[in-house]
Nanobody
Framework: QVQLVESGGGLVQAGGSLRLSCAAS????????MGWFRQAPGKEREFVAA????????YYSDSVKGRFTISRDNAKNTVYVQMNSLKPEDTAVYYCAAAQGVGSIYSSEGYDYWGQGTQVTVSS
């Protein structure tokens, strides 16, 4: 069992930046591929970014590529997403997730554990 706790959300103006953190506990963090998803009101949860177990490979949705950067520190059992040039359409609850297996990294079904989410609101 892995417990995930996100932090760092908040209210920011368009063009601003935020860094979200997700602290993991309960199992060997480096065994898991880590991802970030988001869900806006009335919309389905969507993939944002993912990072491989050692951090050598990263993956992004087209909507955030070039603006968001995912990273991880396995010594601290933490994954981050640095979000720059934020837009009002980035407003959502952001979730981190851990994947133990080899399912699709772009689908929520590929992940085994989820955090409770942190709200990000971008004002125009």
């Amino acid at each position: 069992q892995v417990q995930l706790v996100e932090s760092g959300g908040g209210l920011v103006q368009a063009g601003g930046s935020l860094r979200l953190s997700c602290a993991a506990s309960g199992h060997t963090f480096s065994n898991y591929l880590m991802g970030w998803f988001r869900q806006a009101p009335g919309k389905e949860r969507e993939f944002v970014a993912a990072i491989s177990r050692r951090g050598y490979s990263t993956y992004y949705s087209d909507s955030v590529k070039g603006r968001f950067t995912i990273s991880r520190d396995n010594a601290k059992n933490t994954v981050y997403v640095q979000m720059n040039s934020l837009k009002p359409e980035d407003t959502a609850v952001y979730y981190c997730a851990a994947a133990q297996g080899v399912g699709s990294i772009y689908s929520s079904e590929g992940y085994d554990y989820w955090g409770q989410g942190t709200q990000v609101t971008v004002s125009s």
